[in-house]
């Protein structure tokens, strides 16, 4: 019995990922837009920070390593913000969202593939930044802990379809998902220390960035890459990290079917 | 004449029901309001809080070491508010075709006997009135603080140079509205051109670092131009009227640039309808 349900759970993940892929390659020009806009995002973040910065480090490699990984977390938030939330909208836009929760399928899988094409992204921008920042900054991107990094970005992006969940049930609830996203996404890169370690946040601000889960996904992926300090012993780390994505995930799947409740109760399921 | 009488007040009724349609739209997600309002405000925030947290006490020093001024949040808000309207402008002008692909009502609109033109070049009005309210209800509070402005006619011509400043914008929202019609999918495009004009504008950094060639590039983008009139205008206390450089090269821009969108609007919708792909996405 048991068997089963896994066995019906992985075919509905196989078949969310496989529309999700497909309709990824379905426009290259998505691909070859993120290739050429990737260097540019990172001069818009970083020419303005380094008006801040003495001219000592306008040359360190440390500053530019910083960018760089600060530019992979931030891509974990969007992931987060924008997965889930992004492909319920876009099943509202094109009118199948009604048919797909007709399905026993499971809330969460459902939408599951969205975030599958945002890793393969992600892997892909993780590659093709490190070489814009050595052409552009002549700095080579160190990982000096593989397996730690490998295991830092997959909890990372558990977090992030648990907490991508938990706001694709706002997105079904409110209507419109970038409007809260977007500055979401700039409260979790301030809090979370995405471009610096959170120790350097005001005092009053510091005890919040502890709350936040991408906090110790950011905190770990920087320290697998560059060995800096962590906040907490890293074993340690990596458990509060696995438990608030478990935590997160079980949160979701509640949110979502409560608010498929709701929707479906007052007819609004299809409306945007 | 009365023909010509005819054809104005059709167009302007088409004008009108594109503009209520749009605002409709603008009015049914609210929240959309306090991002667009708060934007400035993160942008400036993210950029003063990462100097800070670098580099300590002395962030501002280096800050006005290279800029020139130590107003460091002031000088961002103001290019975030120009970075903002940039985005918008291409964003939703460009999207406004792709969103009737997406609903089904791309064909529909094209039975009509409306000029297509006025059809999809009237998506301006609404975005763009709603975009340049949005900027000056998010400035406001700061420019109302007090945070260094000296002259108010200085503040009203170089809030007039943002409106003319505008009128590039559009068309290269237009252009990417076109685009639609030729890859389809406007994102990949609107995300290339939005990230160039985010990154070599000058919206949080003076342009002179960037190399001579490059300076070049950035000069001929409106929004460089805009960004360093409303900048000398409410942070350098820099008279407008004497910035004729500046004001006039915006000036040739605002010609140019429709210029080459209409041109191309021309084409690549000619393209589509001969091909069949005006509903295909």
């Known amino acids: 019995m048991a068997s089963t349900s896994a066995r019906w759970l992985l075919l509905e993940a196989y078949a969310s990922a496989y529309k999700a892929v497909k309709v990824y390659f379905r426009y290259p020009a998505w691909i070859v837009g993120d290739l050429l806009a990737t260097p540019l995002w990172l001069l818009v973040f970083i020419y303005p920070v380094l008006m801040f910065l003495p001219y000592d480090k306008w040359r360190s490699p440390e500053t530019y390593e910083f960018f760089y990984w600060g530019m992979v977390s931030w891509s974990v938030i969007s992931t987060a913000l924008w997965s889930i939330g992004g492909a319920i909208r876009s099943e509202q836009q094109v009118g199948t969202l009604e048919q797909l929760f007709l399905t026993n399928a499971d809330r969460v899988v459902l939408f599951l593939g969205r975030l599958v094409s945002s890793s393969i992204g992600l892997i ?6 490190s070489l814009i920042v050595y052409l552009l900054f002549g700095v080579q991107v160190r990982v000096l ?30 209507k419109s998902p970038g409007a809260v996203a977007n500055i979401l996404q700039f409260v979790l890169v301030i809090l979370c220390g995405v471009f610096y370690p959170v120790s350097r946040l005001p005092d009053f601000v510091e005890p919040l960035a502890y709350l936040a889960p991408f906090t110790y996904a950011i905190d770990l992926i920087r320290h697998a890459a560059m060995g800096t300090d962590t906040l907490l012993p890293a074993p340690l780390e990596l458990a509060v990290l696995a438990l608030y994505s478990a935590a997160l995930v079980a949160l979701g799947y509640a949110a979502l079917r409560r608010v498929e409740l709701v929707s479906k109760r007052r007819g609004k399921l299809g409306f945007y | 004449m009365r ?36 934007f400035p405000y993160l942008i400036s925030g993210l950029f003063y809080s990462i100097g800070c947290a670098v580099s300590g006490e002395d962030a501002i020093r280096y800050f006005s070491e290279r800029v020139g001024t130590d107003r460091a949040f002031l000088y961002n808000l103001i290019g975030s508010a120009v970075m903002m309207i940039a985005i918008l402008m291409i964003e939703d002008v460009g999207h406004s075709i792709r969103a ?13 006997a409306a000029n297509k033109l006025v059809l999809w070049g009237s998506v301006v009005l609404p975005h763009g009135l709603m975009s340049l309210s949005l900027v000056f209800a998010s400035l406001a509070p700061a420019l109302a603080l007090g945070f260094g402005v000296s002259n108010p006619l200085d503040v009203a011509l170089g809030l007039l140079a943002l409106f003319v400043g505008m009128v590039p914008l559009f068309s290269i929202g237009f252009i990417v509205a076109a685009l639609t019609f030729r890859f389809k999918e406007p994102w990949a495009v609107t995300n290339v051109i939005k990230a160039f004009i985010s990154a070599f504008s000058g919206f949080n950094y003076p342009i002179t670092i960037l190399p001579l060639w490059l300076q070049w590039v950035s000069r001929a983008l409106p929004t460089t131009v805009v960004t360093e009139i409303l900048r000398d205008a409410l942070l350098f206390n820099r008279r407008v009227h004497a910035m004729t450089h500046h004001v006039s090269l915006l000036a040739f821009m605002g010609i140019a640039y429709p210029l080459v969108a209409l041109g191309l609007y021309r084409r690549w919708e000619g393209e589509a309808r001969r091909r069949g792909e005006l509903g295909k996405y």
């Open chain 1, 145 to 174: 802990n593989p397996p730690l990094l490998a295991v830092a970005l997959l909890l990372s992006l558990a977090a992030s379809l648990g907490f991508g969940s938990v706001y694709g049930a706002l997105v079904l609830h409110v």
């Open chain 1, 124 to 129: 892909i921008e993780l590659a093709y930044m």
């Open chain 2, 3 to 38: 023909r010509v009488l005819r054809a104005l007040a059709n167009n302007a009724l088409v004008a009108r029901a594109v503009f209520m349609r749009e605002m409709m739209y603008w009015l049914r997600y609210p929240l959309w309001f306090l991002t667009f309002l708060s």
């Open chain 2, 100 to 112: 009737e692909q997406l609903r089904g009502t791309l064909e529909y609109n094209y039975v009509t």
